[in-house]
């Protein structure tokens, strides 16, 4: 595996998070992997909401230079994997590009979560809401860890 995406809607919140999580964990192993995030339906220059940026901080990532980015079909041909947080998001990217049918998964999905696969948008909502759902992708994060360091150890084998 080469390169991970993370899609979300925006590109403003969850994609946001699950990237700049994933490096944070990247900075302090050997494993070289590319990361980025895009956006379904991006609007251009739309900051990361300051209390993204607050719960990120708290995790200890404070350096963020995030520039909001459209999905390209260069990426999805580029990327090893694409974690999405929605389900239609998996599906606009199918109908877009089947053949990416192998590599487009829920990050939930991903991670091996059963039930309640989508991770909601909480773009323009409560506290409460950016909590969940940095709080939902935090522990996708730490189990997707946990996924590429047996993939490392399987490749040393």
């Given at each position: 595996?080469?390169?991970?995406?993370?899609?979300?809607?925006?590109?403003?919140?969850?994609?946001?998070?699950?990237?700049?999580?994933?490096?944070?964990?990247?900075?302090?192993?050997?494993?070289?992997?590319?990361?980025?995030?895009?956006?379904?339906?991006?609007?251009?220059?739309?900051?990361?909401?300051?209390?993204?940026?607050?719960?990120?901080?708290?995790e200890?990532?404070?350096?963020?230079?995030?520039?909001?980015?459209?999905?390209?079909?260069?990426?999805?041909?580029?990327?090893?994997?694409?974690?999405?947080?929605?389900?239609?998001?998996?599906?606009?990217?199918?109908d877009?590009?089947?053949?990416?049918?192998?590599?487009?998964?829920?990050?939930?999905?991903?991670?091996?979560?059963?039930e309640?696969?989508?991770?909601?948008?909480?773009?323009?909502?409560?506290?409460?809401?950016?909590?969940?759902?940095?709080s939902?992708?935090?522990?996708?994060?730490?189990?997707?860890?946990?996924?590429?360091?047996?993939?490392?150890?399987?490749?040393?084998?």
């Open positions: 595996m080469k390169s991970i995406l993370f899609v979300c809607t925006g590109n403003t919140c969850r994609s946001v998070i699950a990237e700049n999580m994933l490096k944070r964990w990247l900075n302090g192993c050997q494993l070289r992997l590319e990361v980025r995030s895009a956006g379904i339906s991006v609007t251009p220059q739309t900051p990361v909401p300051h209390y993204i940026l607050e719960l990120l901080k708290k200890g990532i404070s350096e963020i230079y995030h520039k909001t980015t459209p999905l390209t079909e260069e990426q999805i041909k580029e990327a090893s994997l694409i974690l999405v947080m929605e389900s239609f998001h998996k599906q606009r990217i199918l877009l590009f089947p053949e990416t049918k192998d590599k487009v998964y829920l990050l939930k999905e991903y991670v091996g979560e059963k309640n696969l989508d991770i909601l948008d909480p773009f323009g909502g409560l506290e409460e809401g950016y909590e969940t759902c940095f939902q992708i935090k522990g996708c994060i730490t189990k997707l860890v946990e996924i590429l360091k047996e993939k490392m150890e399987d490749r040393g084998k």
